[in-house]
T-cell receptor, first 114, second 111 residues
Framework: DAGITQSPRHKVTETGTPVTLRCHQT?????MYWYRQDPGHGLRLIHY???????DKGEVSDGYSVSRSKTEDFLLTLESATSSQTSVYFC?????????????FGSGTRLTVV | GDSVTQMEGPVTLSEEAFLTINCTYT??????LFWYVQYPGEGLQLLLK?????DKGSNKGFEATYRKETTSFHLEKGSVQVSDSAVYFC??????????FGAGTILRVKS
């Protein structure tokens, strides 16, 4: 879907363990985003990136870190997973040009913290 | 900050019924407005968009009109099908250039 791949698609992990989710794009877009989706909250922005090594926090960034060492990869890390981080995580890209088309989303990663 | 409010669901309709999902927004300036759809087990897809007042976005029989005076962008379809069953998200991009979502509305269409 528009060259965005998220991995893994599903993961179950234990409380307190570190977890890294990967978002890979093939189209060389500058802007990349990580959202989490929870019932009753829609999608909320965790972190975003506007270039290699350039990242910033979103509205729900506590407990998460990100890295972008290459244009094509945007990694989301939960340093010490908690049950409140059980969620579906979506990566998105913003294509260059006017913002008319919004963002394009990956297929999501379902993370369960037990 | 910018925010989007959608009507709560789930909305349950019979096939061929008329659909309205209400969406209102709060934003600084003149945001662009979007409806996204999420089918079961999938990611989000852009359904339609509007970028200025009185613009009408349309796609797959769905329509929404950007109403600046009421800060609304309600989604409508004249005759829903079972295949329209999904979660619908209203969203905006405003001054901060980030996509802000409403909570989503589940639509269930019965045959």
């Amino acid at each position: 879907d528009a060259g965005i791949t998220q991995s893994p698609r599903h993961k179950v992990t234990e409380t307190g363990t570190p977890v890294t989710l990967r978002c890979h794009q093939t189209e060389n877009h500058r802007y990349m985003y990580w959202y989490r989706q929870d019932p009753g909250h829609g999608l909320r922005l965790i972190h975003y990136s506007y270039g290699v090594k350039d990242t910033d926090k979103g509205e729900v960034s506590d407990g998460y870190s990100v890295s972008r060492s290459k244009t094509e990869d945007f990694l989301l890390t939960l340093e010490s997973a908690t049950s409140s981080q059980t969620s579906v995580y979506f990566c998105a890209i913003r294509k260059q040009g006017p913002l008319l088309n919004g963002y394009t989303f990956g297929s999501g990663t379902r993370l369960t913290v037990v | 900050g910018d925010s989007v409010t959608q009507m709560e669901g789930p909305v349950t309709l019979s096939e061929e019924a008329f659909l309205t999902i209400n969406c209102t927004y709060t934003a600084t300036g003149y945001p662009s407005l979007f409806w996204y759809v999420q089918y079961p087990g999938e990611g989000l897809q852009l359904l339609l968009k509007a970028t200025k007042a009185d613009d009408k976005g349309s796609n797959k029989g769905f329509e929404a009109t950007y109403r600046k005076e009421t800060t609304s962008f309600h989604l409508e379809k004249g005759s829903v099908q079972v295949s329209d069953s999904a979660v619908y998200f209203c969203a905006l991009i405003g001054y901060g250039n980030k996509l802000v979502f409403g909570a989503g509305t589940i639509l269930r269409v019965k045959s």
